[in-house]
């Protein structure tokens, strides 16, 4: 069983990396040259963030497999939300005027990357929760 501050802890790290997320994403999406290049960066940077977090909830909040991918989970859907939410307000400035199909997005971005997220934590987290572990005395 978690307690309070184990909860937010949890919560607050999902939090920090969803906007992790959401700064790879609009930060690699600003050079316009060489988009190949940049993309694959993004997409280094958010593994690497991705390992991190799975990293982080498996090693220092000692928390089940099930319970790590759902959190790695929750912060890509946040940062995917917050991407979404910045193409809503980036598409209402734009000259074409504001499509009312992009509040899809809202709810698709989160969706659509939460779940191979989850997959991918899940399988991660599993493989973790059978390494031999070694304790050290102090």
Excluded: C
Excluded at 37 to 54: D, E, P, Q, Y
Excluded at 107 to 114: G, K, R, Y
């Amino acid at each position: 069983m978690m307690d309070a501050s184990g909860r937010q802890s949890w919560i607050r790290a999902a939090l920090l990396i969803g906007v992790v997320y959401f700064l790879i994403g609009r930060g690699f999406a600003l050079p316009a040259d060489q988009l190949g290049v940049w993309r694959l960066a993004a997409w280094v940077a958010s593994a690497a963030v991705a390992a991190s977090h799975i990293g982080y909830e498996h090693f220092r909040l000692n928390n089940s497999p099930r319970a790590t991918a759902l959190h790695a989970a929750i912060a890509v859907a946040f940062g995917a939300f917050a991407l979404a939410l910045a193409a809503n307000i980036h598409d209402l400035g734009s000259a074409s005027g504001y499509r009312p199909r992009m509040l899809i997005a809202l709810v698709a971005w989160p969706l659509l990357t939460a779940v191979p997220a989850f997959i991918v934590a899940l399988a991660a987290a599993a493989v973790l929760a059978r390494l031999p572990t070694k304790r050290f005395r102090e």
